[in-house]
């Protein structure tokens, strides 16, 4: 069975990614035995619920508010009788690339992990060893896009005799 194209998710360079500033600052928190997201609201942690595309990935949606008041609001209010505009940054982020951020951050810093938390770098991907809803830390391993791309584009039969090779 051939799987779907894989996606393009890397930033432009010099642009640091939102899932990157949700856990550096905390509103984002990974549980890397589980596999499973909390989102910070107010002072209680509420597990994220997560989607599934097509190819069989786990994602969600992250929309924060921006600092600059750039293009069009997303959302108007009213607040005490005044017109209030929003503007939001949204994106679909992998929770995949979410859980390896966060386990290459912890083996850096141990418990003061939040400062080393950066984005993977350009032409790495995330691969999973197991099912893709699996989001475990030791069943993600980190693959160049071009070795990736190979994999994914064999027959499962190619991939058994590739196993099997003693060398």
Not at 111 to 119: C, E, H, I, S
Request: glycine share 8%.
């Amino acid at each position: 069975m051939r799987q779907g194209q894989l996606k393009k998710i890397h930033l432009p360079p010099g642009e640091e990614s939102l899932e990157c500033q949700c856990l550096r600052d905390g509103t984002l928190d990974v549980n890397l035995t589980t596999g499973e997201v909390f989102s910070l609201v107010g002072s209680k942690r509420k597990r994220m619920k997560f989607g599934e595309d097509r190819d069989g990935y786990l994602h969600i949606w992250l929309a924060r508010e921006r600092s600059d008041r750039r293009g069009k609001p997303e959302i108007e209010m009213l607040r005490n009788g005044k017109r209030v505009k929003r503007y939001r940054r949204r994106r679909y982020v992998r929770v995949n690339r979410l859980v390896k951020m966060k386990a290459l951050a912890v083996a850096l810093g141990g418990d003061q992990w939040r400062k080393y938390v950066a984005d993977l770098p350009r032409g790495v991907d995330v691969n999973h060893t197991g099912a893709r809803n699996d989001n475990r830390a030791h069943k993600l391993t980190l693959e160049t896009e071009r070795a990736n791309r190979t994999r994914s584009e064999m027959t499962p039969e190619e991939q058994a005799e590739i196993n099997a090779c003693p060398f």
